[in-house]
């Protein structure tokens, strides 16, 4: 009953955004909708609009879909399970971190020193998907690291029941606190690993046009997924408690790959799928070639990849610390919040409700912007202006808060709602369209690598800046933590702005696309 969420909400609460969702195509073919008319697509996708397709007359228009967008259609739905799922773990986990009984409430240092972890996860995590990729390509890898993290999610929430049931602790310390910070840490680390392989194959089906129109509702339909998610948090921890919810992302995630493997299906039966693709079909021509390439990648090492890939493509360097400076304003705010939290909300069960809402909160604003403000700006406006735009309606919140003397949950909440609905929304847009007309590496490892350990390594360079300053000079007030936000922000800033110079116009980008895929 929980994994129909999404389709049902999406179906019943937006209508018209889930018609507009429904009408990817590709290569300029041409869509047509009527208000009111029927769909006519396979059995899967009437479902989702609430029912058996009806007989329409000859006057009425026929609601078409074309494969490429079938297959983007599976691969949302997939990408919004995974986030119904995620919306579950994340208040879980909170919840854990910051509770006196199986977390660090009085330790303001524990969150950084934690975060600063994620890193060097990321990169494992990364160094394994890599493999995976290179022997298996992109449909079993994402296929093996979703089965691989969903399971890994159970385990640890049968783990956390088993110990919370038992009391179990170790030289005095409850045997929670060493199951808690590793759980937030995986948390933190597994969803970018797999959302970066959703978007690389969207990104792989669409051109730079219909990336530009259709990138935002479809990553609406994350947020339906993810707003329905966190508003059910409440009622779920009282009925299943925490280690109960935290199973339910296990189980999200295990289903979406029935969609991912239908997406994949349908590219590769009607010959677009991603491992098909120009670029990949001229590396795969000689065996004796790509085995030679892959032992020569194995030398040259990741990092020593990833270097030469951004100096070949500089718009990927610039995307690169441009996530870096976000994630550690990112970081610095999750600071604030999280210390604000555990002194407001002493109640595990109430705080994790509330972390709940207030992302549901997050995620029905940013769906809001995705399907009703988005796809029309980019009619009038070029992706550049507004990576520049991003950074300052940020600051202004941040300077806000750095104002206060002892800021609220309320005022910290309110920054950290306005970059999360940025990023959900507009950014998160901005970011994929930027890998649409790039080449296969671009799209796939340069994705990974930017995504997965980009991110994360913006957060532990951070952390770990944060912890050196708290050894030094003592924990830091609420306000003297805006005051870094402060400055981390005008970094995001300057950063945007130079990423923003790089980045093609649309019309650049699709004649790039045109060029690079002629036969």
């Known amino acids: 009953m929980t994994l129909s969420i999404v389709p049902v909400l999406a179906a019943s609460s937006a209508p018209s955004a889930l018609n507009q969702a429904l009408l990817v195509g590709r290569g300029g073919a041409a869509i047509l909708a009527a208000s009111g008319a029927s769909s006519l697509i396979d059995p899967a996708i009437t479902a989702l609009r609430g029912g058996e397709s009806k007989k329409v007359s000859k006057s009425e228009k026929k609601l078409q879909i074309t494969k490429e967008g079938k297959s983007v259609l599976c691969m949302a739905i997939a990408m919004s399970l995974h986030y119904l799922g995620y919306s579950f773990a994340r208040p879980i986990t909170v919840a854990l971190f910051t509770s006196a009984s199986t977390g660090y409430p009085g330790v303001p240092g524990a969150y950084p020193f934690t975060m600063a972890f994620v890193s060097p996860l990321s990169l494992i995590l990364l160094m394994g998907y890599g493999k995976v990729l290179e022997r298996d390509g992109p449909r079993r890898a994402l296929k093996k690291t979703t089965f691989l993290c969903s399971i890994a999610i159970l385990m640890v929430s049968a783990l956390v029941e088993a110990t919370q049931r038992s009391g179990a602790a170790f030289w005095g310390i409850p045997a929670m606190k060493f199951i808690t910070g590793p759980l937030y840490l995986f948390r933190e680390s597994y969803v970018q690993l797999i959302t970066s392989q959703y978007w690389s194959f969207m990104a792989s089906v669409l051109t730079p046009n219909q990336s530009a129109k259709w990138f935002a509702p479809i990553a609406g339909l994350t947020s339906i997924s993810s707003a329905a998610g966190g508003m059910a948090v409440s009622g779920l921890t009282k009925k299943l408690k925490l280690s109960g919810t935290l199973a339910c992302t296990g189980l999200a995630l295990l289903s979406s ?262 036969k």
């Open 257 to 518: 790959i029935v969609a991912t493997e239908k997406a994949y299906s349908i590219a590769e039966v009607n010959g677009f799928s991603p491992e098909h693709g120009p670029q990949k079909s001229k590396k795969s021509k000689g065996k004796g070639r790509m085995k030679a390439a892959e032992k020569k990648e194995e030398k040259d090492g990741m990092v020593d990849n990833a270097r030469k890939l951004f100096k070949r493509v500089p718009v990927l360097r610039a995307l690169f610390f441009e996530i870096l400076a976000s994630q550690g304003l990112a970081t610095l705010l999750n600071v604030c919040f999280v210390q604000s939290l555990g002194k407001s909300i002493p109640d595990d069960t109430e705080r994790a409700g509330w972390v709940g809402n207030f992302y549901a909160l997050i995620n029905l604003i940013s769906m809001s912007l995705q399907f009703g403000v988005l796809p029309l700006l980019m009619q009038v406006i070029e992706p550049k202006d507004l990576w520049r735009s991003i950074p300052v309606i940020s600051l202004a919140c941040i300077t806000f808060q750095s104002l206060q003397h002892d800021p609220s949950l309320y005022v910290v909440s309110l920054s950290l709602l306005v970059m999360k609905v940025l990023e959900y929304s507009a950014r998160r847009m901005l970011d994929e369209m930027v890998y649409v007309p790039l080449d296969f590496e671009s799209r796939f490892v340069g994705k990974e690598v930017i995504g997965v350990f980009g991110y994360r390594f913006g957060k532990s360079l951070m952390s770990l800046s944060l912890s050196g300053l708290t050894s030094a000079f003592g924990n830091f007030s609420l306000r003297q933590l805006s005051m870094f936000c402060q400055l981390a922000g005008l970094g995001w800033a300057k950063t945007a702005w130079d990423l923003s110079a790089l980045v093609p116009t649309q019309k650049e980008a699709q004649d790039s696309y045109n060029s690079s895929h002629k």
